[in-house]
């Protein structure tokens, strides 16, 4: 049983290629109009018309969520629910965490692996209730995700009866914001009914926010404590504005991608289409952690045994520039006098106030301190391989030390 | 975004690559405008070259880089370099903040003065600026 909101994609062209070339078909979360009244940048991304930055600038978004509070609109995301008797048994076979672990109002962060071992995306698998999951997707990907997963469901593994799962997308009726800093709890306890703080790190709750139903996730993308909030896109303006206004004292802005993008990169985190591809393995991006073994078979395990036995032949590193300079995605890093491999991500480190990056190198040039250039329109710059992430948050007790 | 928050001095050249010029006796100062500054978002970094080196009419000279993205700088003259903003290394917001002042990039003695006659008026820099929305 399968019912997919939207028509899949154009064989073989993806919704950011198809954008690119018919800006009308971009498409538009709910808060769109938000955002141009704001005065915000938007630029194409995945396929949506997305706020780069407000007016305050992506400086000033960054420091905000570090220090204070940023707000995000990130109802470009895809939602998929799986609900029946074997949504946890098909969670195992097409995703590589153990989605048994999962206690109701629990979440992971996981992967979509193919036959050979690589990623086909990065996502976060929230059990709602008893049978009931929710499967957060990146929005380049929602589209060939959800003609993947139905195609899985077709014959699926596991034993799973097709008859006994319910995929739906639910996104972008269903729309997310994401409420990020050390302020974010501060902020979500004037307007939500519970308590945002009893929430633990990767647990969700069902709850309401400005009087609105809403899913309240202690989830983010920005290496700070924070909270991903999903509902109803009809009360996206009403939601966005309440938080906005609870969190004037604090100093809440609105935050664009460019911000999500420093912030994530600070935290170490990987980005699909950068850090993650369908060429790249778990291994190689260091996401061991996520690829469980133990919990039976599951697409893919065959090819990551393999790998996890003999080891991946290169793996992802954090780099730091020691000349002055500024890393770019693509760009060559050197060893030994000879390109090594490329950078995923790169840019400024607004919290660090240096130039960082992360890249694929052989093993051998993994370990930390390991002297490498980065290529930078032609001159090689001096750097440094160091570890991940480059940005920890203090906990509350580090802070009042500090 | 508005077309522009500061007003584009009266005495100065421009190019349409949003490069602007302050004739100064035998020297010609080099900056971006404001319009650039506001497309370009906040600078981190900004690559110049030595005093000394010499620089041809619509070639780049230098990089500036934003948080996103590196855009080259062109010559709106040709010439010798003559001397660097230095303060530009360890701030380069001042590229954002007073572009048309403290923001200034390079000083340029210009080799065939004749090349400013090619560059546009404020006026007519407006009206060009007005064409790109």
């Keep these: 049983m399968v019912q997919v909101a939207e028509q899949p994609a154009q064989p073989g062209v993806t919704a950011a290629q198809r954008a690119e070339h018919s800006p009308v078909a971009l498409q538009k979360t709910p808060l769109h109009q938000v955002h141009v009244d704001l005065g915000a940048r938007m630029v194409p991304f995945g396929g949506w018309d997305m706020p780069v930055q407000f007016p305050t600038g992506v400086l000033a978004e960054h420091h905000a969520v570090r220090e204070r509070a940023g707000l995000f609109d990130i109802g470009h995301m895809g939602q998929l629910n799986f609900d029946g008797p074997d949504a946890l048994e098909f969670l195992q076979w097409v995703t590589t965490h153990d989605v048994s672990r999962l206690k109701v109002g629990a979440a992971q962060y996981s992967l979509l692996c193919n036959e050979g071992g690589t990623v086909i995306d990065d996502i976060i698998v929230y059990r709602l209730a008893e049978t009931r999951y929710l499967m957060i997707v990146n929005a380049s990907n929602t589209d060939a995700d959800c003609v993947w997963l139905e195609q899985q469901l077709k014959h699926p593994g596991r034993g799973v009866n097709p008859d006994n799962v319910l995929l739906r997308r639910v996104s972008p009726q269903q729309t997310l914001l994401a409420l990020q800093g050390p302020q974010a709890t501060a902020v979500l306890r004037r307007v939500a009914k519970d308590d945002p703080g009893e929430l633990a790190n990767y647990h969700a709750m069902e709850s309401t926010v400005a009087g609105i139903p809403a899913v309240v996730a202690r989830t983010g993308y920005t290496g700070e404590r924070g909270y991903e909030i999903g509902f109803d896109g009809a009360h996206a303006a009403l939601i966005w504005n309440a938080l906005l206004e609870a969190g004037r004292e604090e100093g809440i802005i609105p935050c664009g991608l460019g911000a999500r993008d420093t912030l994530r990169l600070e935290a170490g985190m990987a980005l699909y289409g950068h850090e993650l591809t369908d060429l790249v393995n778990p291994y190689e991006a260091k996401l061991d952690r996520v690829v469980r073994h133990e919990k039976g078979d599951f697409l893919g395990a065959v090819a990551l045994r393999r790998i996890q036995e003999t080891g991946p032949q290169r793996r992802l590193v954090g780099i730091e520039l020691i000349d002055r300079g500024v890393p770019r995605p693509d760009y060559p890093i050197l060893a030994d006098g000879k390109p090594v491999g490329t950078l995923t991500s790169g840019g400024p480190s607004p919290t660090l106030k240096k130039s960082i990056g992360m890249g694929l190198v052989p093993v051998p040039y993994t370990a930390e301190g390991t002297e490498v250039q980065i290529e930078i329109r032609g001159k090689p710059h001096a750097a440094r391989v160091v570890p991940l992430p480059f940005y920890k948050r203090m906990s509350p007790s580090q802070r009042g030390k500090a | ?133």
């Design chain 2, 1 to 133: 975004m508005s077309v522009q928050d500061q007003d584009n001095p009266t005495d100065l050249k421009y190019t349409k690559d949003h490069e602007w010029v302050r004739l100064d006796g035998d020297v010609a100062t080099v900056g971006i405008t404001d319009y650039a500054q506001g497309e370009l978002g906040d600078v981190v970094f900004v690559e110049l070259p030595e005093p000394g080196a010499s620089v041809s009419r619509g070639t780049s000279f230098g990089v500036v880089e934003s948080v996103k993205a590196a855009s080259d700088l062109y010559a709106p003259v040709s010439g010798e370099v003559t001397d660097v903003n230095g303060s530009l290394q360890d701030a380069p917001d001042l590229v954002n903040t007073a572009p048309f002042e403290d923001g200034w990039m390079i000083k340029i003695r210009p080799s065939d003065k004749a090349e400013l006659q090619k560059l546009m008026d404020a006026s007519s820099y407006e009206d060009y600026l007005k064409t790109l929305h």
